[in-house]
């Protein structure tokens, strides 16, 4: 596992493996698992491949993700009221 502030794929760039960072800009290909604890942009010539996990996510039109994204969020899941179902009055 990598850990960085930063990611930038260039055009043609190829990375295998697992990395943790503050930004990623991708324009090449990354194939494995992406952590980006701020932003994560795919321009039109990027491809992620496997797993990305983001607080942001911006992707320009071409870019293409295949496989899983997870959104990271500042709330935790167990403090996620539950659902509620509501009844229609007639």
């Known amino acids: 596992m990598i850990h960085a502030t930063e990611l930038a ?4 760039g190829v990375f295998k493996g697992e990395v943790e960072v ?3 800009e991708i324009a090449g290909t990354i194939d494995g698992t992406l952590t980006t604890r701020g ?7 990027g491809k992620v ?3 990305a996990r983001c607080r942001r996510l911006q992707v320009e039109d071409g ?4 496989g899983r994204i997870e959104m990271i969020t500042d709330q935790p899941h167990s403090d996620v009221p539950p659902r509620q179902t509501v009844e ?3």
């Open 22 to 24: 503050e930004e990623a």
């Open 39 to 45: 932003s994560l942009i795919i321009r039109g010539s």
């Open 63 to 66: 870019g293409q993700i295949t």
């Open 9 to 12: 794929i260039a055009p043609g």
């Open 88 to 90: 229609p009055v007639i």
């Open 49 to 51: 491949l496997g797993t």
